[in-house]
């Protein structure tokens, strides 16, 4: 759980949304160049268990390589990470070596395994606070030095800020007062008009001239280091939470400059100013973007660059090397690599600029610290402008979030915003907003915008009953403190939950924004408050679980661009397959159209991209052979429909149709309609050795298919993921060589519709892609 502890600081950035920004990454080769880089560190690993060496530093090389094999996946009990704890243990305090080496080496072993080394966690941060300067240094105050003894410098005044925060982490202490110097003296070192930080503070305002890694180094460590004293939008008065407080960001300005100075000269082909060590810049400039939130630098998405050039610039040996230690160098690669990729689990919308959408600036922040606890995974979160925002933007997370008490979007911008919000419900997203108390202009405003995202009937927001997963899909909420949530359900789940405003509670903003992830004086709350803020931090987590399944995509496996705008295609005139339209709600409203973008893209197959929907009834039946078809609930067809549907079949049409979540009352109702048809036709599952399982009509050869299971535990929903043989059943005639009707009893709609729900029982994805463009092209060759 790498997150930093700022607070308000971290919600005062826009996400800077260009276009055209950053290429599309290859993640095999990230994973392919962090694979190599994590061989080369091995295969340096001498008898006692050292990773590379320095004249000077004993630890610091063997821990920055764990560190970065750590981060980048590599198991506590590899036999290589426990021959370097064993090498890195073997040194106690300052036999560590200088300021560098005792620092990585605490950092190493917060990472590694806290418990075990948990007093030896604590005697390096003693140390380290005893050797931080005190009061009487001038300009080195708050800083460190390589030695206990002299003056300082901003880069192991950095290493021993980061000490401190992964200490911190694993509930070692720190006392206030190490952290109030380190800020006076971050702060004290910026430069006054460039914005920036140099190498070595001079006092009065400066720090010689900047460069990029130190102005990284400044802005992060002043970011950790303002986090521990500021005050966020609500505070905890006895056994009452106050909503709606002033937050404190008396430190934003010096950190908005220094991102300002990053931007203006931003690059990731060497470091900026008079800056030397390019991975080392590299490995800082990754840190900013993540404690910042920000996917852009500027114009310049950081992480896609980064990753670009790092690279461009390994070696076919596996390390990279670029003017500083070769160990160090493929250390701070791999950390940019594997850190920067991290998920996005979530982003906060802002919408104007008065501030209104950030009334609880640290509410996501703490709510993600939460979440990373309890799935024991790094993951990051984001801010983004949504006036500047597209749909492929907010695709870049999974769930976006709208939050305030008062609603600032004018109404000539509306139906953008609302077409925007469609595309990106459309490809998978989520959304979640909430109304705070005591204004009705955000709610009145929600529930317009939301008729605007579905305009067609049935998909208006609707109270979630106690029988959803999100009441139950993580943490079980305590009956005192579930709220009303309303929800649409739309594409074969909810895919958007609106908590409308409650009189007399606090928010689930609030009570996210006063929860303390960290262990601190001050941070005990009273029991009835403590119970609040966990149900809160529970309903937000069943939220996200529902919400991504526990699925979540690394930065680099999301192509920048996800929307496709299908009027844009050639339309090429061969395959239609238009959804039969049998009056009910369409759950997966797209998923015949995403199947035939596989078919084009996978199986170079000559499709029509024109959505479309025909009923029984109308007379241009005719001109679409192929139909396909899915349902939730029980149906009949009238006589006359089910005499059309039979003539179209018996001149050569076909029928495919699969239940919605493999829902068995569609599935019965379908089985007999389909008997009433067609009382003489065979109705059997489809042998395995069928053709409709072969790669003969362009497709694939299935033999197995994965598909997600439910289920319920004493503690939380999960969806268990197995391989099973295809399950298809068909109808044909006894004189006919083909099937007619073919019917899949696991969904395959709600996976095509990019649909991962942990109520949903089908087939993942890929298999649902695979099993339906075989049965469209064995449709296609029995015409």
């Not at 099993?771 to 449709?779: F, G, Q, T």
Request: net charge neutral.
């Amino acid at each position: 759980m790498p997150k930093h502890h700022v607070l308000c600081l971290l919600c005062i950035f826009a996400f800077a949304v260009t276009s055209g920004q950053g290429q599309d990454i290859d993640p095999n080769a990230v994973k392919q160049a962090i694979v190599r880089g994590i061989d080369y560190l091995k295969r340096q690993q001498a008898a006692d268990g050292s990773i590379g060496s320095h004249p000077t530093e004993r630890c610091g090389p063997t821990a920055i390589a764990v560190i970065a094999m750590r981060s980048c996946g590599v198991p506590q009990n590899d036999p290589s990470i426990e021959k370097a704890m064993k090498y890195l243990r073997s040194f106690h305090g300052k036999d560590a070596g200088n300021n560098y080496s005792l620092s990585l080496q605490t950092m190493a072993f917060s990472i590694v395994d806290p418990v075990r080394d948990l007093a030896l966690i604590r005697s390096n941060i003693a140390l380290l606070e005893k050797n931080q300067n005190k009061a009487g240094a001038g300009a080195h105050a708050g800083g460190w030095n390589y030695t206990p003894t002299g003056g300082g410098d901003l880069s192991n005044s950095q290493f021993s800020i980061l000490a401190l925060y992964e200490a911190e982490r694993v509930d070692v202490k720190i006392n206030n007062a190490t952290w109030q110097n380190a800020l006076q003296y971050w702060s004290n070192s910026q430069n006054v008009n460039s914005g920036g930080w140099g190498y070595s503070p001079q006092g009065n305002g400066g720090s010689g001239p900047p460069s990029g890694s130190m102005t990284c180094a400044g802005i992060a460590s002043l970011i950790i280091s303002a986090g521990v004293f500021d005050k966020g939008g609500a505070t905890v008065v006895g056994d009452r939470i106050v909503c709606f407080q002033k937050a404190e960001d008396k430190y934003s300005v010096q950190v908005n400059k220094g991102i300002d100075w990053l931007a203006k000269g931003f690059s990731v082909s060497h470091n900026p100013g008079q800056g030397m060590y390019h991975l080392y810049y590299l490995y800082a400039l990754e840190r900013v973007g993540r404690m910042t939130n920000q996917r852009f630098i500027g114009k310049h998405d950081w992480y896609r660059a980064g990753t670009e050039k790092i690279l461009a610039m390994q070696n076919a040996d596996g390390y990279w090397s670029q003017g500083g230690n070769v160990t160090s160098d493929t250390a701070f690669a791999l950390l940019f690599l594997s850190k920067g990729r991290r998920p996005v689990l979530m982003s906060k919308i802002q919408f104007g600029n008065d501030g209104a959408w950030n009334v609880h600036p640290n509410d996501i922040n703490n709510l993600t610290l939460f979440v990373e606890s309890q799935w024991k995974l790094d993951m990051t979160w984001q801010i983004i402008d949504i006036q500047h925002a597209s749909a492929d933007h907010l695709l870049q997370s999974p769930v976006i979030s709208f939050s305030a008490k008062d609603w600032t979007i004018p109404p000539h911008e509306m139906p953008m915003l609302a077409k925007k919000l469609r595309d990106y419900l459309d490809q998978g997203g989520f959304i979640v907003a909430e109304a705070q108390p005591g204004g009705d202009s955000f709610d009145n405003a929600f529930r317009v915008l939301m008729q605007m995202v579905f305009p067609e009937p049935g998909y208006g927001l609707t109270l979630l009953d106690k029988a959803h997963p999100i009441w139950s899909a993580e943490k079980t909420i305590d009956p005192d403190h579930i709220r009303p949530l309303e929800g649409v359900h739309f594409g074969c789940r909810t895919c958007v939950v609106y908590a409308p405003p409650v009189e007399g509670k606090p928010s689930l903003s609030c009570l996210w924004e006063v929860y303390r992830h960290f262990n601190r004086e001050g941070t005990k709350y009273p029991e009835t408050v403590q119970r609040q803020i966990e149900n809160g931090l529970g309903i937000g987590l069943n939220i996200l679980a529902y919400a991504t399944s526990r699925e979540l995509k690394n930065k680099d496996e999301i192509p920048e661009n996800v929307v496709k705008n299908q009027t844009d295609y050639d339309r090429r005139g061969r395959i239609f397959l238009p959804f039969l339209d049998y009056g009910a709600t369409n759950p997966a409203p797209h998923a015949p159209q995403n199947l035939l973008y596989f078919l084009e893209t996978e199986c170079d197959v000559r499709i029509e991209h024109q959505a479309s929907s025909v009923t029984l009834l109308n007379e241009s039946l005719a001109d679409y052979p192929i139909l396909f078809m899915h349902g939730r609930t029980a149906f009949q067809f009238s006589d006359e429909e089910r005499r059309r549907l039979r003539t179209h079949l018996e001149r050569g049409g076909f029928l495919f149709a699969n239940a919605i979540c493999s829902a068995e009352p569609f599935a019965a109702a379908f089985q007999a309609e389909m008997k009433k048809m067609f009382p003489n036709a065979e109705w059997k599952k489809i042998p395995l050795s069928d053709p409709i399982f072969s790669s003969d009509h362009g497709g694939f050869k299935i033999d197995t298919l994965d598909v997600r299971l439910p289920e319920r535990t004493p503690e939380q929903t999960v969806t268990r993921t197995r391989q099973i043989q295809p399950e298809l059943y068909g109808m044909r005639f006894s004189d006919e060589d083909r099937w007619l009707v073919v019917f899949s009893p696991y969904d395959v709609s709600c996976a095509l519709e990019k649909a991962s729900s942990l109520e949903c029982r089908g087939y993942t994805q890929r298999s649902a892609l695979q099993l339906s463009a075989n049965v469209i092209l064995y449709a296609v060759e029995h015409w």
